[in-house]
């Protein structure tokens, strides 16, 4: 099917379940796509906008309170929405990151945040993982001062992700927080994992900055995302713009710097206001999706050969697994070789893991419904059971003909 | 009508003849429409995201060709989307000015340039305008020679608007380009109010960068644009990263630094790549758009009072106009004041013009039919008519009970 003479209809989320690492907290909600949909003109939000002419500010639609209401909901003091969370770190690291200035990451941080360092001249420095791949509090002070030792002068930031994108851990950032501050060092919270998905407290973990991403964990469009900080931060990290035309003697009013003025000025804002309410409510649900996941982590370590390399008991509902003595070993004799797999979990129903991988891979089971769950550890099993010593079935069985009801099939639209 | 629970459906393109400045070009095709629709997870292009992993290599969706035709579209060697033309800004002046360097705008440049050179440590200075408010060569010429002797050192950049979005005047691109080679100076082409609504050719013109915006002029959602360049400065402006992780030796393969990796996910490129078959083709209309945009502009002239600050005759569909010995007049005594014209507007279908605006203002004319064009110059000049010396009437005359017909209302489901 297409949806113009060129592009096909994506349908990933309507045919199958759908346990790609990335996208499980980004689908749309029902009113996302409502709104989208009535306001995706360019500008769109604009047709309201008065003076002082600030995205933030602008009453109808109520994108003021929207902002209001998100900082709220990071337990921050000010919120402004960001092109996606990496945006948020270009920010913060433009904002505190002078040329040269070392910044500590992680051994498990996002390519994105070495980006916003290396962009503001910044020298990258990573926390080792301990052995369970976790970043510590006691790793992060003694990393501090060696890097405060090396450069004369402490971190100008700490990245910490809650959890990570690698394995979905989860890290000491309350006990990270704590050491940062003894050394005056501030902290920037990375939530894309967490933001929108599970109830996050800025200020009670003691961070100066909250990033979320809108397209990874609140339902939202791309490229959407909050950066929130506290009333003290503010007056730095959004700061308003002193330029001036030194021929006009023009100002600029109160467009802030590093947002380069307004940010998401139509579908994107919308999208992701139409979706807050349901990503509010949704936080406090964490535990169910925590449950639901477990179903299928559970199934997966039934097969022999299958190791789940992100903690466990899991904390998160994003989960690497290493399947090279099980799956793979499948793959090797297999006239498919390494596709047998992804081409098997779609005969089922399932997609969103790469064509080939049967290694070490990745999946995400957020925002999956428990009957969804239970037919993805099943159809785990079953593999198992159908294939004997995880060889390759000819046909499928019976049991794989699987066809997910309507309501297995939209989980999107439950909200 | 709700679209949310709290998020009215926005209807300004379906009720009336939308003639805001800034959102005339920004409106989605049909095409867009659909796409956003079916594209509209965050997410969504990445499912067959495949080595090296990045937005601009992905095949399917075809990114990879949309980008390659959206850099022959510009006339330029290679091209990014980016969230944005004022991200392209910062891209370029993160990568060319380094702290205390100066920059050149003009003194029609849009705020979003000044924060990008502020962001970025550089110290703007304007090339003044011309009594017919336009920015020559010689005026670029003569303030690259002030501020290479105030500063020991020639701009690091200069931004050039073709057409500025304070008047819509048309500037002098090529020769200013010409002039800019001669001290070495590099250009960026700000092309937020050409690039997609009339052939751009940034070789042609000789500039090294070429911006445009999404969301203003190619039918786009927000944020959305396109950063583009040459061969030779490709290396520089899109270049990969350099970082490393200390302890885990981590590289980031072929991230482009200023892009910060991936830049527009779903939505907003799909519904770019949507709208550009058609963004192509329509810029060869633009003849007509500026035939259009004449009888509304010479129906405006006929009011006794009205001056067009813009240059004359119009090589742009956007507008500035001095209604204050016409308009305004009429506001002075009118009950409703000021807002008496936004409503007498309203009454007739139009809308876009900020409420209360009588003295000095825009409008913006691209995109509407022949036919919308003929009723908008017959509405002002009904106005007129009806209000003798332009004072306030009592009610409506049955001319302006006007209903605009279907085909009339929804020009932007025309492509």
Redesign the interface.
Known sequence: MK???????????EVAINI?P??A????TA??????????????V??NC?KPFRLDQIK???LDTFHRELAAFVGMDQARVM??A??G??AVA?TYVE?GSPVL?T?L?H??G??????AGGI?????KDGGNRITAGAAAARIEEVTKEFGRPPALLFIDHFDYQFGNEHEVREIAREARKYDVKVLYNGAYTVGIMPVNGKDFGVDFVVGS???SM?????SGVLATTSEHAKDLFRT????????GRA?GV?E??L??C??????I??M??SF?HVRERVSRWQEELANGRMVIDALRSIEGTKVLSEYPRKHTLTRVDTRDSFDRVAQTHKKRGYFFTSALGERGIG?V?PGATRVWKFNTYGLTKRQCEYLASAFRDRERDSGQLRPQPRPATSLSFSPSRSTRMP?RRA
């Open positions: 949806c113009t003479r060129e592009i096909e209809v994506r349908d990933l989320e790609d990335i996208q907290g980004g689908r749309l009113d996302a796509m409502k709104a989208i949909i009535a306001w995706g003109d360019g500008y769109s604009c047709d008065r109808k639609p109520p092109p996606g990496r945006r770190f270009q433009d040329k990451l051994a941080s390519y994105t070495f980006l916003a360092v290396e962009a990258p420095r990573e926390i080792p809108g397209h990874k339902a939202s469009p791309a490229p713009t002193q330029a001036k035309g030194d021929v006009t600029f467009k710097v590093e380069l003025g940010t998401l000025m139509g579908a994107t919308m999208g206001m139409a309410p969103g790469i999107r």
